[in-house]
């Protein structure tokens, strides 16, 4: 008799939308165990040789992986591989495995474990969060390295029967790289944001995750049925018949919806009542632009243009490669604009090209505009880039990380400055280029209708808005049932945004997560937003919430909800205009 096992949901954070059913497959690296075996000083020659095939045999698998990266998705995720290439041929870390071998007479494998585990403990204690990540980098060496000595092949799933749901403690790019191809249709990790190498790589193959699930790897076993919901950041564990079929039919939904998107792409969505919404796409990496026609997206609301490192790093892009990508934005968003935000490098996202010093507190500190002027012999590659591609369609530059006028002055400064330095070496260009701002320190939302009469353009940046304004890092368990994008405080700052661009004749758009969500939608439209910009995955689910909406009625929602005293009243206000067809704002058809 089947043992009938009682459902379970967990609660991590979204990494990568979209919902995913199928059996576990489950990968603990951290049980790797490695022993410490004594051998005679004859022995360190054959050792150290040993050591070295298994180095020549690891070296083969990366570059293995980084080509078959590079032939899917391109140059910006196979330079991931590049760094480790680099760490297992640097002789810093091979020459302190080799003499640990030599002078304490011991086996490969625990020399190897102790070094890494020994560099991997000093870059944990350093300031700078880029040369930590380097660490983490280091310890994916280590293990792989492990893994030859050892004789241990990598995971496969070849032989599992149906979807798998993969579940880790952590997955390195590598692996979800090699196992994200084949039978994987989602992620559940304990590990990691949706910033990190893995979340990217889950969104660029179009794979539900969700990060942040503390000890999930103990409470799942192979062949589990589990369901991830990159929705809502949920892992549910042995659902019920009642619980699946939802999904399934959730799934269904959200399938056709992205497939029916398409055909509508020369004309808005719009509400109920006819009014437009415009729905454009943020875009993290080229591989995510064959997307845009089927999605029906309006151009590109939001490209994160620091994402170029992950094709150059550890160098700096260079002009051309800025051109490059930028040209194909314009090509992929034709006959919409393409909106290219400039470097947000700074706080957890540091270039240490940038930095001069590491800083105690690097969210607070130079980063966003502040960094890009700061160092301005970098930003001009990027600005001129930019300058040349908009000569080619309709290209616009938004700043990040505003915080006053002045900012917004010195860099059309610094625009006016490419400007002439390209006219007088005669390339052509685009000076008369639409400039733009992120609203997303609480100081630009206040001061919004003073900032709308200085640029041509706003995007709500909800994310750090949220954080900023509550004090709250979305990304720390402690304290994230305290993020809350509802709280009256964030909508009525929406509002004034809204207003102030509206009053000003100029679009205002909204990027965050917040845009993304579905149930927000009706709030986001009462509010006056008339442009959200999401996540390609996302666009589709949007596309249809809207067509339920009628914006004559949630007008007074809206208004409701940022009178109200907490957000936990507007959630319970939002959840009236759900509970079925024609109530407050929401159509019959």
């Keep these: 008799m089947t043992e009938i096992r009682p459902m379970i949901t967990l609660q991590g954070l979204p990494a990568a939308q979209g919902i995913a059913i199928g059996r576990a497959v489950v990968i603990a690296n951290r049980a790797l165990e490695v022993f410490r075996i004594p051998i005679e000083a004859d022995q360190t020659e054959a050792e150290v040789r040993r050591l070295k095939s298994a180095c020549s045999v690891t070296q083969q698998q990366i570059q293995g992986t980084r080509a078959k990266a590079s032939h899917l998705f391109g140059q910006e995720l196979a330079a991931i591989f590049d760094a480790h290439a680099l760490l297992l041929s640097d002789r810093m870390f091979l020459d302190q495995v080799e003499r640990r071998i030599v002078d304490e007479q011991v086996n490969a494998e625990w020399a190897v474990h102790e070094t890494s585990r020994e560099l991997a403990k000093r870059f944990s204690a350093i300031e700078n969060p880029y040369l930590r990540e380097r660490g983490q980098d280091l310890e994916d060496i280590g293990r792989q390295l492990l893994r030859v000595l050892q004789g241990i092949a990598h995971h496969e799933i070849s032989d599992v029967e149906g979807d798998v749901i993969l579940v880790a403690d952590d997955l390195v790019p590598s692996e979800a790289i090699r196992l994200g191809r084949d039978k994987v249709v989602g992620f559940a990790i304990e590990a990691g944001g949706r910033t990190s190498h893995t979340s990217i790589i889950a969104r660029s193959l179009g794979l539900p995750a969700v990060t942040g699930l503390e000890e999930v790897t103990d409470y799942v076993t192979n062949s589990d049925p589990v369901i991830i919901d990159g929705r809502a950041g949920l892992v549910i564990l042995h659902p019920t018949p009642e619980v699946l079929a939802e999904y399934q039919r959730l799934r269904s939904e959200l399938t056709a919806a992205r497939f029916g998107a398409a055909e509508s792409r020369e004309s808005p969505p719009s509400t109920a009542d006819g009014v437009p919404v415009e729905l454009m796409a943020n875009i993290d990496l080229p591989e995510e632009l064959a997307q845009l026609g089927q999605i029906g997206a309006r151009g590109i609301g939001l490209y994160r243009s620091e994402f170029l490192y992950m094709e150059t790093d550890p160098n700096l892009p260079t002009e051309e490669d800025h051109l490059r990508v930028y040209l194909e934005l314009i090509a992929a968003a034709a006959p919409f604009?393409?909106?290219?935000?400039?470097?947000?490098?700074?706080?957890?996202?540091?270039?240490?090209?940038?930095?001069?010093?590491?800083?105690?507190?690097?969210?607070?500190?130079?980063?966003?505009?502040?960094?890009?002027?700061?160092?301005?012999?970098?930003?001009?590659?990027?600005?001129?880039?930019?300058?040349?591609?908009?000569?080619?369609?309709?290209?616009?530059?938004?700043?990040?990380?505003?915080?006053?006028?002045?900012?917004?002055?010195?860099?059309?400064?610094?625009?006016?400055?490419?400007?002439?330095?390209?006219?007088?070496?005669?390339?052509?260009?685009?000076?008369?280029?639409?400039?733009?701002?992120?609203?997303?320190?609480?100081?630009?939302?206040?001061?919004?209708?003073?900032?709308?009469?200085?640029?041509?353009?706003?995007?709500?940046?909800?994310?750090?808005?949220?954080?900023?304004?509550?004090?709250?890092?979305?990304?720390?368990?402690?304290?994230?049932?305290?993020?809350?994008?509802?709280?009256?405080?964030?909508?009525?700052?929406?509002?004034?945004?809204?207003?102030?661009?509206?009053?000003?004749?100029?679009?205002?758009?909204?990027?965050?997560?917040?845009?993304?969500?579905?149930?927000?939608?009706?709030?986001?439209?009462?509010?006056?937003?008339?442009?959200?910009?999401?996540?390609?995955?996302?666009?589709?689910?949007?596309?249809?919430?809207?067509?339920?909406?009628?914006?004559?009625?949630v007008t007074s929602l809206a208004t409701t909800c940022c009178a109200a005293r907490s957000g936990a009243e507007v959630y319970r206000l939002m959840a009236e205009i759900s509970e079925g067809p024609g109530r407050n704002g929401l159509s019959g058809g």
């Design 337 to 553: 604009p393409a909106v290219v935000r400039t470097y947000d490098l700074g706080g957890r996202k540091l270039a240490r090209e940038m930095m001069d010093s590491a800083e105690e507190n690097p969210v607070l500190g130079l980063r966003g505009i502040r960094l890009t002027l700061a160092r301005p012999q970098i930003f001009r590659t990027q600005i001129r880039a930019l300058l040349r591609a908009a000569d080619a369609g309709d290209l616009w530059i938004m700043a990040p990380m505003v915080s006053r006028i002045e900012e917004v002055e010195a860099l059309r400064g610094f625009l006016a400055e490419a400007s002439a330095e390209l006219a007088r070496e005669g390339i052509a260009h685009r000076a008369a280029v639409k400039v733009g701002i992120m609203v997303e320190v609480p100081a630009a939302a206040i001061i919004a209708d003073s900032l709308a009469q200085v640029v041509d353009f706003m995007a709500i940046g909800t994310n750090d808005l949220i954080q900023y304004s509550l004090a709250v890092d979305r990304n720390n368990r402690s304290v994230a049932s305290l993020y809350e994008p509802v709280h009256p405080a964030i909508l009525r700052m929406l509002r004034f945004v809204i207003e102030s661009a509206d009053a000003a004749g100029i679009p205002v758009s909204l990027c965050g997560e917040m845009g993304a969500d579905a149930q927000m939608l009706p709030l986001l439209v009462g509010l006056g937003l008339r442009r959200i910009s999401a996540s390609p995955s996302a666009l589709p689910a949007l596309r249809q919430r809207l067509a339920g909406i009628r914006a004559s009625e």
